[in-house]
C-alpha cells in the first residue's frame, strides 16, 4: 500500500467519511524527465497527474512518456477516493491535468461533478467498449478481477461457493473474510447494486455483516487465509500474482477461484484515466492517455509486475494470467457505478 500524502488526506478527510471509499494512498513525487525521440508528437510541455493507481505501474508509464515525447509529468499520489475528493472540491482551481485511479466509482464521481473533458476519439478507439464508459468522459486504462482465495488444505473447489451471493449464506459464517473499507471491494459491491439491484444488495450485505471477517487491505486478508485464520477471502486477483512472483510466503497455501458464469463475483474492476476539462496542457494530458492506453503502455502492463490486466490495443494479459476473455464476466457499464449508494448500504449494514 502507498503512504498517504498528509496534505491531500487532511482537506479530503471529511469528504472522504462522507463517501467511505479508501483504497491506496501515496505521496507527492519528483516529475519525470527524460530526452523526447525524433518520432514524438506534437505534445509538449508538462502536466500534472493525480495518481490513484499503484504508484510503480504509473511511474513505468511516465517514464516511457517522457522518453517518447519529451514532456514533463509531475505526480501526486493518493487514493482513489482522496484524490476524486481532492478533484471535486478544487473544481476550476484543480491544477490537476490527469486522474489516474484503481477502480471505477471515483472516476464516476469527477464525471458526475461535470469535471472532465470527452477523451480524444484515437484514444476511445484503442480501448474495447466492455472496458470504458459508455458516456467517453473517461476511458478504463488496466483491469482487475474479482476472485475468492481460498484455503486448500480446508476446501476443495467444489465446496466453493457457485456465486458470490452465495457467502451470505449460514453455511459461510466465519470462513471468509474481505476488507470493506478499501475502494477494491466497495467496487465489487457498486457491481452488485448495478447488476441485482438495492433491495438484493441490502440482503446480502446484512449476510455479509452476520459471515464474514473484517481485515485491513486485500493483502492483509490473503494473508490471513494463508496462516489459516480463515478458509477465504474476496480480493482482487493481482494480490495473489504478486506476491507469488515475489517469495509467495503469504500465498503458498492458498489459490485462486474465480465465479465466471456473469456471476456479480466474475466482476472485472476498470482503473480509469480522464483528463480534467481545466487542464492547462490539454493537448499533452490527452496525448498522455492515448500513449498509456496505446501498445507501449499495454505492454508495460503485459510485462511488468503489476499482475493487471492489459485491456486496449490488442495486447494480451500478463502470461501468467488467466486470459480475460475466459474470466465470463458480467457486463456492467462503470459509469452507473454508485459509490454514494454504496456507502449508504455499507454503513447501513454496520461494515463501514
Known sequence: MKIRNSALAGIALAATAALGLTACGGSTTPAATGSASASAGAASGEITVYNAQHESLTQEWI???????GVKVTVRQGSDTELSNQIVQEGAASPADVFLTENSPAMAQVENAGLFADVDKATIDQVPAEFRPSTGKWTGIAARSTVLVYDKAKLTEAQLPKSMVDLANAEWKGKWAASPSGADFQAIVAALLELKGEAATEEWLKGMKENFKAYKGNSTAM????????????????????????????SNKVTPYYFKNQDPGAFVSVSGGGVLKTSKNAAAAQEFLKFITGKKGQEVLKNGTSFEYAIASDVPA?????????????TVDPAKLNSAKVTELMTKAGLL
Open 63 to 69: 517514464e516511457a512518456f517522457t522518453a517518447e515525447t
Open 223 to 250: 494473508k490471513a487465509v494463508n496462516a489459516g485464520e480463515v478458509d477465504a477471502a474476496l480480493i482482487y486477483h493481482y494480490y495473489y500474482y504478486g506476491d507469488q512472483a515475489k517469495t509467495g510466503e503469504n
Open 318 to 330: 500478463n502470461d501468467k494470467l488467466v486470459p480475460i476473455k475466459d474470466l465470463q464476466a458480467p
